[in-house]
């Protein structure tokens, strides 16, 4: 809620406050309702009243020459008069910041005018407010690393509060809603909000938004092959890859306009943990890089899919650059390259379906990772399936990269690792 000090109409002479929420429709609905209907009712009643003609609303303070009206989500609303205080209810339904550049010039000159906005969290529609809400913590994030520090941070003309449950925090956990809720054992109870997560069991992203506070994201059609379901459940923001136990991969979109190189390490638990370890544009960087990642990480492998697929034009200039399939097949070394067949790519992908459902990778929730996981699709190969990049609807190269990492750690580690147990992997 960003502003400087303000003042409210029955306290000081000559302002004026404008209210807007979803539509004027809304504002109205509750300037009357609600702000009117409390002011009725108290001590206040007596130095005020209030005007309902359509265009004209407002709630006047004849006594001190203010008024509270209600304007429209529009590019002229509360143009005329100067501005005191400017309320902007219920933001996620805002698209973008007309309102807000439509108050501010009507504020210049007003000495302690102050803007406030409020909202739910919203969707990835709600353009205006999740820039707010970026915003807000990097200005609390300032104030953090300078008071770490030991400096003097500037203060902002901005106070930013935020009442937000991560994905990590259980929605149905009471500790999650008192932390989350400041209006719980006030207004509403745990009975209350447990009723509520009960009736949107259907879709409990609609609970997330308007209860936790948390943006909800467009749920992309499903496909039964892959379990998308279970991705954020494996989120695991300390995860890192060992480095006596890494594999890479390397994986192009289908219109070669990105590449990404992703790594599979054998964690002290058992788990695997997945990683996008670059993702550029293009193509020419990728065998480059993936020879420095050699050089550091010492890899049990270096995967990448077969000539058929878009990555396979990498292949030659891999070899080129002393990346190269095992002379021996019987006795691989550290760093070779292996080239996925079609059988070896199903059977990959097969594989961290299963992980998934079983729990047994862990990922630190990158976005081209995790969007791969939910616009990916699947086509048939003979009885069994493997990623289609045509039907997909994101690049999923971030996604068949860890997917041939995990195979080629999980093939080649026991091979050239005297001390790998494959059987941790299933634990």
Known sequence: MPG???SPCAGVPGQNIVYAAQTRNDARKRWEDEFWEKISSSSLAKYARIRKSNGNEAILWPGKRSRMGITANTERAAHGPPLDLGFIDEAFAHEDDRLEQAFSPAMLTRPMAQLWWASAGGTTKSVWLNKKRE?????????????????????PSAAYFEWYA???MPRDDPATWRATLPALGHTVTEEVIRSELEKMTADPSAFD????NRTRKPTPPSDPNVPKGKWPGLTDAASKPVASSVALAVDVSKDRSHTSISAASLRADGTVHLEVVARRPGTDWAVPALVKLRDLWDPVAVAIASSGAPAGSLIDDLVAAG????KDKSRPQRGDLVVMRSGDITEACGQLADAMNQGTV???????L???VNGARTRRNGDAWTLDRTASLVDISPLCAVTFARWALLIRGPQVEEDYDVSDSFA
């Open 4 to 6: 400087r000090a303000g």
């Open 166 to 168: 991560p994905e990590d």
């Open 362 to 368: 862990r990922h630190i929730d990158q976005v081209p």
């Open 209 to 212: 938004r308007a209860y936790l």
């Open 370 to 372: 995790t969007a791969a």
């Open 135 to 155: 915003t807000g913590r990097a200005l609390i994030e300032a104030l953090w690393e300078a008071l770490a520090e030991g400096t003097d941070a500037a203060r």
């Open 323 to 326: 990346v190269e399939p095992s």
